[in-house]
Structure formats: C-alpha cells, structure tokens
C-alpha cells in the first residue's frame, strides 16, 4: 500500500456515491474500515484493543528469512498442496454435489476445513500482491465450493444424502461448525485481498442459517472442535451484524447439561462448559488454544472482565508450566492433548504443528489486548521454532508433531497426512507473516518482529507514515529503522526488546537514545519525528544455554542452546565422529556462554548460523554398559574431547534420517584421554 490508497479511501464515499448515480452496484461498505485497510484480525474499532492491525498489504517484505520462506511457500508449497487435495478427492466432495464430477465421497468428516485453510492462504499471498493465475485458480475453487451449497445455506460435504438425518445432532464430533468457522475465515481473507465478497456472501448464508436453526430456545449448539468462534468475531468485525457477536456468548457460556457431555469429553473438547469456570489449560492442545483465541476477540469486542482474567489465568498456567522451549504445545499422543503441568518429554512430545500455530494466534490477539511484550515474545518463539519445523525447507513436506528428540527411526516429514490439517495450516501461516510485523495506537507505531521491511501505511491521525526496516535477523542482530512521516509529527516507535537478549543498545540519529533497554519489555521513543529520523537497535546474539525447571523431569541436568530467538539442535549427520548424540554431553565450566564459535554456511541448510562447541564423548557407546548396577560399582567414564556441531531445530530432518537431540546433558564429566 502507498500514500496514494490513502487518498483512495478518503474519497470512497464520492466513488460510491458516483456508483449510485450511475446505477453501478457498488461492493456494499462493511465494518469500520474499508476492505483493503483491515489487518489479519481487524481490531480498528475493537473496544479493549490497545493495539490495531496493520494491513497484510501495506507491508512490502525485502530479502531475509521469512521472504525467502513466502516465496517458497507461495511457489511450491500452495501449487503442491492443492494437487494433493484434487488427488485425494477433497475439492472433488464439492463437484459431486453440484454434479460437477461423478465421485464418491472421500477423506474424514473434516476435510472441508482443508481446503478452506488452502484458500486462506492463497488469499494472504494475494494481500501481499496479485499474482493473476493464483488467484484464478482460487476463483474457480471458489465457484466449486458456492455450487455445493444448498438453498438453505448449509454448505457440508459429508453431513448429505443419507447422513443428511445427522445434522447438527452429533456435534461433539462433527466439525461441521469448525468447518465452517474455516470456511468463514477463507472468506473473509478472500474479500479483504480483492474486495470481492462472492465466497463472502456465501459464508454469512451459511452463518445465518446456523443462527436460524441452533441457540437459546432451540436445537442446542456444540462447536465440538473450537474455531467457530474467532470467525463469528471476525464476521461481527467485518459486517458489523451483533448476532454474530452475541452467538459467540451463547457458544461460550455452554450447553454441558443440555447436551449430556461426559467429564471427559468437556475437558478433551475444551468446550461444553461457561469458558470462565476453567481454571487451566487441558484437553485437545489445539482445541483449547482456538478456543481461548475466540474467547480474546470476545473480550476485545466486549471488555468482560471475567474473561480477561480466565484468559490471563490459562496464559499464565501454559507458559509457565506446561510450553515447550519451541512454543509448541501439547505433551501427549493420547488425545493431542496439553498434559499435565511440568510433563514435557521429549520424543514422545505431540507438539502438534498446528497446535504451535495455534499459540501463535491466541499470543497476537493477547497482544492486541495489552500491548504486553512478554506476548510478542511467545510469538516470535513459536514462529521461528515450533511452526518453522512444521515445514521442509523444500516447502512439500510437513511435520504432523514436532518431538524434541528422535531416534531417526521414522520419516517425520510427509507430504500428505490423511488428517491433513497442518499443511494448510502451515501455509496459511507463512502467507500472514506480514501482518504480524506492526501495529498502531493513538500514541504511534510498534515493532513487533525484526524482519528486512517497509510499511507504507499512516498513524492513527491519518498522517501518512513510512518505515523502513533493515536487517540480517534472526542472523544477525543489527536492526536500522528509518521513520519517514509524510509531515513532521510527534508520535512514539515502539521497539520491542525480546526476553531472551542479553544486550540490548539504541542509538537515535547515531547518538544514545534516551532511556535504558530491557528485555521483555517495548523500548519507547517519544520525539518530534521529521524526513528519514534513523534508530538502530543491536541486540547481542552470543548463543547462552537455557535450562528448564527442575520439575520437568526430562530436562533436569540437561541444557537446550539458543541463539537469538532460534533454538538449536544436534543433529547426528553434522557429528564429526558419527558417535551418537546421546553419548555425548556439555561439560561445565564457568562461563556457560563461552566456548560457542559462530559461523554463516550460506551452502547449508538454505543459509544457516552454524554453532560449535567443545562437547565430551565416551569411547564406547553408553549401549555397552550395563542397564543397572550399584553405584559403588560405576567405573568413572573416561571421556574423549569432541567437536559438537548445532544446528537451528527448525531445519532438522531436511537431509538423511538420523538421530536428533535439543536438550544435551551438562555435566562435569569423567576423566579426559586424548
């Protein structure tokens, strides 16, 4: 976007007024902005949101990580995915029912909820700029989908014929809310890329009828799978209807007695019971987190203070007891569930791909909601880590769960999953990056994440604003930010200072900025901005170990190794002894920092920051020695010096299958021989 759009949407209502003249139907007006100013979430007039959204389009990406990672995703990921889902029949459940196509049903119940998440995508990548095939691609998806759909609005491919009966009866397990929550989201990603409102108006008819037939003083209503919830707010925020607001109520004070749930299934469903009883977070880890997603766009829409609190209480209770260092959650195959607190293995560790994305959506939306770095902070955790491994770096190959720890034995990534959530998910993600980058308030702008940029967009007084960010990060940690305001203005950069850096210094125009940073927290300059003011931030990137709360059992006298916000891993193919990963340990010394090389290997891995370390080895495997014995009988282990090679945790399992390790015992050791 560039100063011109801006013009552009302060003369829109002598353009519809010109439609109207000429008896041109004009796109109708919907919500408080117009739809091509409105973020991944439209928070412009959301009551309690301290932060607004800033437009996917109004953000040009340069060269760096997450541009390399769009064009890839853009380019081979989205092209190969929507193969995948003609092969295994998911767009043609669509055709079949508009007699398109002559197919049998195919795929689980759910399968709907993939193709929606594949044209969220494509509508992101379209926010960020057109790219005409893509996106007639999209529209003939589009028309399948709308041909499908019934007189009545309800739009399902499984819930037909003689499952037609089942409607609305089994939705517990049905997903055909969360569905179309998908469906809705797709919609509206569609509408704010090209102002068209086709899919759009197929959605709101679907909604309506949902109205019309479930709720207080009629048949009961379930999301079953939360995700129904945020599409309902963002409806809401988009057409400006309150039903759809006041649906979202009914959803979350729930419908347990009426429905006759067991115990078990309200925890597992993370849904069925008022949202405000819940006292932590439990059950199904990406259910939970879509739900308490939904639950903060209900706060910021309507400022129930016991929602603030459920929300800050479940926060509290993930991140302080029950997160993976990745950002991923979900400790248990059984159930994809949360765990219980301080139970985080390692190779048996779920970390569902969407569940990580799944944080990173409830975190922006807390963000939204206080302005709190500590938020930020768990975002740029989940992004770089636990949703970055989701993805190959060939962009065709995803992860279901993200273990910690692997013995090599199983091929972690596939192109296709039967339950095939993640992969769109994956790419819906990749494609909004943009969005996640700077938000507004009255006072000026903020910078969330650290990325080679440029918004083109205004403060909130409507005073055009560029901002240009220049850097290496997550490489490097040299960030240089030119402000050009289209007149002087006083306003306020926020920059944030993540949790994890060390050293953190700003210079203003080349001299000390005013004040001192501090990590987890946003650094404030406040002045008289005037053409091209320049702020440089530089945070330290020495990589520092990190150790885990002795309560999680599986860590304890273990370190994890982390440069910057990446977390990094040993990976047996860059061992240079071929030992196994697990005979080796950390040794102790004073300074646990020191003793890291660092080095740049643009011939690896895609371009990596390859780190070394000195590292202790037993001459013969540990497999040797005896699986119990006394501890007077233990011989001290003699141990060689090795060379440790680590590697970013998201680009494991990209070459040949091996053994993986994030956290290293640290350990003083036995007696060194040469």
């Given at each position: 976007?560039?100063?011109a759009?801006?013009?552009?949407?302060?003369g829109i209502?002598?353009l519809?007024?010109?439609c109207?003249?000429f008896?041109?139907?004009?796109p109708a007006q919907?919500?408080?902005?117009?739809?091509?100013a409105?973020?991944?979430?439209?928070t412009s007039?959301?009551?309690?949101?301290?932060?607004h959204?800033?437009?996917?389009?109004?953000?040009?990406?340069?060269?760096?990580?997450?541009?390399?990672r769009?064009?890839?995703?853009?380019?081979?990921?989205?092209?190969?995915?929507l193969?995948?889902?003609?092969?295994?029949?998911v767009v043609?459940?669509?055709r079949?029912?508009?007699?398109?196509?002559n197919?049998?049903?195919?795929g689980p119940?759910?399968t709907?909820s993939?193709?929606?998440?594949?044209?969220?995508a494509?509508?992101?990548?379209l926010?960020s700029?057109?790219?005409p095939q893509?996106?007639?691609?999209?529209?003939?998806?589009?028309?399948d989908v709308?041909?499908?759909?019934?007189p009545?609005g309800?739009?399902n491919?499984y819930?037909?014929?003689?499952?037609?009966?089942?409607?609305?009866?089994?939705?517990?397990?049905?997903?055909e809310?969360?569905?179309?929550?998908?469906?809705?989201?797709?919609a509206?990603?569609?509408?704010r890329?090209?102002?068209?409102?086709?899919?759009?108006?197929g959605?709101i008819?679907?909604?309506?009828?949902?109205?019309?037939?479930?709720g207080?003083e009629k048949?009961?209503?379930?999301?079953?799978?939360?995700?129904?919830?945020?599409a309902?707010?963002?409806?809401?925020?988009?057409?400006?209807?309150?039903?759809y607001?006041?649906f979202v109520?009914?959803?979350?004070?729930?419908?347990k007695?009426?429905?006759?749930?067991t115990?078990?299934?309200?925890?597992?469903?993370?849904s069925?019971?008022?949202f405000t009883?819940?006292?932590?977070?439990?059950?199904?880890?990406?259910?939970?987190?879509y739900?308490?997603?939904?639950a903060?766009?209900?706060y910021l829409?309507t400022?129930?203070a016991e929602?603030?609190?459920?929300?800050?209480?479940?926060?509290?209770?993930?991140v302080?007891?029950?997160?993976?260092i990745?950002?991923?959650?979900?400790?248990y195959a059984?159930?994809e569930?949360?765990g219980?607190?301080?139970?985080?293995?390692?190779?048996r560790?779920y970390?569902?791909?969407c569940a990580a994305?799944a944080?990173?959506?409830?975190?922006w939306?807390?963000?939204?909601?206080?302005?709190?770095?500590?938020?930020?902070?768990?975002?740029?955790?989940?992004?770089?880590?636990?949703?970055?491994?989701g993805?190959?770096?060939?962009?065709t190959?995803?992860?279901?769960?993200?273990?910690l720890?692997?013995r090599?034995?199983?091929d972690i990534r596939q192109?296709w999953?039967?339950t095939?959530?993640?992969?769109?998910n994956l790419?819906r993600t990749?494609?909004?990056?943009?969005?996640y980058?700077?938000?507004t308030d009255?006072?000026g702008?903020?910078?969330?994440?650290?990325?080679?940029?440029?918004?083109d967009?205004?403060?909130?007084?409507g005073?055009?604003l560029?901002?240009?960010?220049?850097?290496?990060?997550?490489w490097?940690g040299?960030i240089?930010?030119?402000?050009s305001?289209?007149?002087?203005?006083?306003?306020?950069l926020?920059?944030?200072?993540?949790g994890?850096a060390?050293?953190?210094?700003v210079?203003l125009?080349?001299k000390?900025?005013p004040?001192?940073?501090k990590?987890?927290?946003?650094f404030?300059i406040?002045r008289e901005?005037?053409a091209?003011?320049?702020?440089?931030?530089?945070?330290?990137?020495?990589?520092h170990?990190?150790?885990a709360?002795?309560?999680v059992?599986?860590?304890?006298?273990?370190?994890a190794?982390?440069?910057?916000?990446?977390?990094?891993?040993?990976?047996?193919?860059?061992?240079e002894?071929?030992g196994?990963v697990f005979d080796?340990v950390?040794p102790a010394?004073?300074?646990p920092?020191?003793?890291?090389?660092?080095?740049?290997?643009?011939d690896?891995?895609g371009?990596?920051?390859?780190l070394k370390?000195k590292?202790?080895?037993t001459?013969?495997?540990?497999?040797e020695?005896?699986?119990?014995?006394?501890?007077e009988?233990?011989?001290r282990?003699e141990?060689?010096e090795?060379?440790l090679?680590f590697?970013?945790?998201?680009?494991?399992?990209?070459?040949?299958p091996?053994?993986?390790?994030?956290?290293?015992?640290y350990?003083?050791?036995g007696?060194?021989?040469?």
């Open positions: 976007m560039n100063s759009v801006i013009r552009f949407l302060g209502s002598l519809l007024g010109a109207l003249a008896g041109i139907a004009a919907m919500g408080n902005e117009p739809w091509n409105q973020g991944i979430i439209n007039a959301s009551p309690k949101a301290k932060l959204s800033v437009p996917i389009r109004a953000v040009t990406m340069g060269e760096g990580f997450w541009s390399e769009m064009q890839t995703n853009a380019e081979k990921s989205i092209p190969t995915l193969g995948l889902l003609e092969e295994h029949g043609d459940n669509f079949r029912l508009s007699g398109r196509k197919a049998g049903r195919r119940l759910y709907d993939d193709l929606y998440k594949w044209m969220e494509v509508a992101f990548v926010q700029g057109d790219r893509l996106r007639e691609t999209l529209d003939k998806l589009i028309d709308l041909a499908a759909q019934e009545s309800y739009l491919t819930y037909v014929g003689d499952r037609a009966k089942l409607r609305f009866s089994e939705m517990y397990r049905s997903h809310l969360y569905c179309l929550g998908h469906l809705l989201q797709a509206i990603a569609y509408y890329a090209t102002g068209n409102r086709k899919l759009l108006d959605g008819k679907y909604a309506d009828y949902v109205l019309h037939t479930l207080p048949k009961p209503a379930l999301t079953g799978h939360p995700e129904f919830e945020m309902l707010v963002e409806l809401y925020r988009t057409t400006g209807d309150k039903r607001l006041d109520h009914y959803l979350f004070t729930g419908e007695l009426r429905l006759q749930l115990d078990e299934q309200v925890t597992y469903l993370f069925g019971i008022p009883s819940r006292m932590e977070l439990e059950g199904h880890a990406v259910r939970a987190l739900a308490c997603s939904g903060t766009d209900y829409e400022g129930d929602y603030l609190e459920t929300l800050g209480r479940l926060w509290k209770d993930l302080e007891r029950k997160m993976y990745t950002g991923g959650v979900g400790s059984e159930g569930s949360v219980v607190a301080y139970d985080l293995p390692n190779e560790a970390a569902e791909s994305i944080n990173m959506m409830w975190n939306r807390m963000l939204a909601a206080s302005a709190g770095a500590p938020y930020a902070d768990v975002i740029e955790k989940a992004l770089y880590n636990g949703i970055n491994s993805m190959s770096l060939s962009g190959l995803y992860c279901y769960r993200n273990p720890e692997s090599g034995k199983e192109p999953y039967d095939t959530c993640c992969p769109p790419e990749f494609a909004s990056i943009p969005g980058l700077y938000s009255s006072s702008v903020y910078v969330h994440l650290y990325h080679s940029s440029t918004l967009w205004h403060l909130e007084d005073t055009g560029t901002l240009a960010q220049q850097t290496k990060y997550p490097d040299d240089t930010l030119k402000i305001p289209a007149k002087a203005a006083t306003f306020t926020y920059l944030r200072i993540p994890w060390s050293k953190a210094t210079t125009d080349g000390p900025a004040g001192k940073p990590p987890g927290d946003y404030a406040r901005w005037k091209a003011g320049t702020v440089r931030l530089q945070l330290d990137m020495a990589p170990l990190v150790a709360n002795p309560l059992r599986e860590d304890y006298g273990r370190v190794v982390q440069r910057g916000p990446l977390l990094y891993c040993l990976e047996q193919v860059d061992q002894d071929r196994s080796v950390l010394v004073p300074d920092s020191q003793g890291f090389t660092s080095e740049f290997r643009a690896m891995l371009g990596i920051v390859v370390h590292g202790m080895a001459p013969k495997p540990l497999s020695e005896p699986l119990y014995q006394t501890i009988r233990t011989p282990r141990e060689k090795v060379n090679t590697i970013p945790y998201y680009a494991w399992a990209n070459r040949l091996g053994a993986m390790e994030v956290w290293i015992p350990a003083s050791g007696k060194v021989v040469k």
